[in-house]
């Protein structure tokens, strides 16, 4: 289970409180992800980011926001914006040229009451 | 956009018998289709892709078939087992080069 770590595994937060989720990875990939999950809606795209200091929107972005200032490092906040943050967030890695080949994280539980 | 549908949502096999999903696709210019295997409480895993210029791809158990006239794959797992009860997902490369998964199919195979 190395290469991709996502943390904690499980976050409760009180509606309002904006949050931030880690993900970190030691593959050397250049790009990063970050994926919503909810039952019955598979895996929706929220960030994306191709390099250092630079990410763009998925489709799912309101509500977000994200920074890629390392390599190994893109965390992904969840601001008080977002209108139902309650679900299970993915963080996946890869090589741009063969950004298909996604690798996930464990991923990270956020419940908002 | 690209758009994936992906049915049935859930599936219920005996063990040693055969499990069938299949994904449609509405972008013609997809070319690259990935399935992934989520078991509870853990992280998707790719078990399986084709490329457009393919239409048949085995690996073991587990098998992929490509329409590309049709716009539509499927995974097929034969000879089913306990331990491939799990959430598989399709996906599909969309315009922007990035994936766009289907809704999933959780898979229950009861021994």
């Known amino acids: 289970d190395g290469g991709i770590t996502q943390s904690p595994k499980y976050l409760f937060r009180k509606e309002g409180q904006n949050v931030t989720l880690s993900c970190e990875q030691n593959?050397?990939?250049?790009?990063m992800y970050w994926y919503r999950q909810d039952p019955g809606q598979g895996l929706r795209l929220i960030y994306y980011?191709?390099?250092?200091?630079?990410?763009q929107k998925g489709d799912i972005a309101e509500g977000y926001s994200v920074s890629r200032e390392k390599k190994e490092s893109f965390p992904l906040t969840v601001t008080s914006a977002q209108k139902n943050p309650t679900a299970f967030y993915l963080c996946?890695?890869?090589?741009?040229?063969?950004?298909?080949?996604?690798?996930f994280g464990p991923g990270t539980r956020l419940t908002v009451t | 956009g690209e758009n994936v549908e992906q049915h049935p949502s859930t599936l219920s096999v005996q063990e040693g018998d055969s499990a069938v999903i299949k994904c449609t696709y509405s972008?013609?210019?997809?070319?690259?289709f990935p399935w992934y295997k989520q078991e509870l409480g853990k992280r998707p895993q790719l078990i399986i892709d084709?490329?457009?210029?393919?239409g048949e791809k085995k690996d073991q158990r587990i098998a992929v078939t490509l329409n590309k006239t049709a716009k539509h794959f499927s995974l097929h797992i034969t000879e089913t087992q306990p331990e491939d009860s799990a959430v598989y997902f399709c996906?599909?490369?969309?315009?922007?080069?990035?994936?766009?998964f289907g809704g999933g199919t959780r898979l229950m195979v009861k021994p």
């Open positions: 996946a890695s890869s090589i741009w040229d063969n950004r298909y080949e996604q690798y």
């Open positions: 593959l050397n990939h250049d790009a």
């Open positions: 980011s191709q390099i250092v200091n630079d990410f």
């Open positions: 972008d013609s210019a997809s070319n690259y």
């Open positions: 084709i490329r457009s210029n393919v």
């Open positions: 996906a599909a490369n969309n315009a922007g080069n990035m994936l766009t």
